[in-house]
């Protein structure tokens, strides 16, 4: 994603500099306080419960999958937690060499949760290194170069991976058939989101009514991490332009001052709609020749605008590209 895009869209899902301290404030510290994603949740706390009962010292590796914001790494630590395990973190794209990965591997303790976020992002060199270890925790090390190389094999303690990826499609077969359960988080209900910024409005001790968490609610793309932006950004307002408590008003001139509409677009996604409209006669249209006429990056309209868009009914995707649908032309003719 660009600076550009971080800078002016409120309502992208991707985890932005402002969210760090949000994210961790407001992140649910236990399984009740973890809404929505019964399934996800059940089946997580069976494995570990499984694996505690057979007397094994951690469960089977993890791999959680779905958009930013939704809650994967929220999962990882609640599952540390629940493990009573030490948790390591770190990503694909910070894992450079395999000698970094080998330090970590042989740091770790029996029992430990070594998370690894956006892991379609780890490099080749790297994620074949981690087959045998996953398999059977066992390093194989290269050692020295040259007529001296010679490989040791190192045990490594049991652990469990938790992997996480917005991008499952780019994740290799060999590495995803090393996880043991794949689990896909979904996009929340209204009603979710709602619980989840009443409780949110709670922690920061804001007082808001339920017309309010509604408004936001709708704007959220129904994703955590937005909705909690989403309320933060009406508190700021509150707090500026009245006694510190939301209501309907405050929220609305909110999004009326960030240009963000009744669907949480905004005029990033307008874009993607009315360039498909406009030079496409409504499609189908591929997605490079959207991206050259919108001016917008590919993989950004893939990543950022086209999932949600889709979810919503706006865009269908054919066989032949993408379609602006008869609910998108109804929405952007109000
Ligand atoms: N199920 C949930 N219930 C309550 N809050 C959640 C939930 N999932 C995510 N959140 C909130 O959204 C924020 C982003 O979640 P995070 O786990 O970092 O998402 P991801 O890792 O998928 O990008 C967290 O700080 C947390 O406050
Ligand atoms: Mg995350």
Known sequence: MTEKNTETKKTTPEQVEEDRALD???RPKGWDEYIGQKKAKQ???IMIKAAEKRGE?????????????LGKTTLAYLIAKEM???IRITSGPAIKKSGELAAILTNLSE???LFIDEIHRLNKVCEEMAYP???EFNLNLMVGNGPMARTVDLNIPRFTLIGATTQLALLSGPLRNRFGATFRLKPYSKEEIEKIIRRSAE???VKIDEESIKDIAERSRFTPRVANRLLKRVRDFAEVEGDGTINPKITKKTFDSLNIDEKGLESGDINILTTIMEKFDGGPAGIKAIAAAANENKDTILEIYEPYLVQIGFIKRTSRGRIATEKAYNHLEK
């Open 24 to 26: 961790l404030a407001l």
């Open 43 to 45: 089946n997580v706390q």
């Open 57 to 69: 010292s951690c469960p089977d590796h993890m791999l959680f999958h779905g958009n930013s914001g």
């Open 84 to 86: 009573n395990a030490g």
């Open 111 to 113: 029992g430990d949760v």
């Open 133 to 135: 270890v996953l398999e």
């Open 203 to 205: 922690i920061l001790g």
